[in-house]
């Protein structure tokens, strides 16, 4: 089993900034998993948002948060970071931190989710 303990979120102007992390323990956390988060709005459905590998060292982003999310690692306590910046409306979604394999990731169907965490934009 995978414990994830998110934090972060909350709501900002459009342009703001947000951190959200992540903290993953567990028996079963794996080093073939990736971390990364998803988001589900009404609008949009559920999306990747960005993925990073075990080691931190490979990263993929959704097209549309390239240039305005960096997600980052601290391999030592299994920890995520999802820095926004520039925040928009339609970045508006409850944001979930998942963990799993790779492709799993890609394919919305992460081994394991967080409790997920409110992100609001204001126009």
């Known amino acids: 089993q995978v414990q994830l303990s998110e934090s972060g979120g909350g709501m900002v102007q459009t342009g703001g900034s947000l951190r959200l992390s992540c903290a993953a323990s567990g028996p079963s956390l794996m080093e073939s998993f990736a971390m990364g988060w998803h988001r589900q709005s009404p609008a949009k459905g559920r999306e990747l948002v960005a993925m990073i590998n075990y080691s931190g060292s490979r990263a993929l982003y959704a097209d549309s948060v390239k240039g305005r999310f960096t997600i980052s690692k601290e391999v030592s306590n299994n920890t995520v970071y999802l820095q926004m910046n520039n925040l928009q409306p339609e970045d508006t979604a409850v944001y979930y931190c998942?963990?799993?394999?790779?492709?799993?990731?890609?394919?919305?169907?992460?081994?394991?989710w967080g409790q997920g965490t409110q992100v609001t934009v204001a126009s």
């Open positions: 998942a963990v799993g394999h790779g492709p799993d990731m890609v394919a919305g169907s992460p081994h394991y």
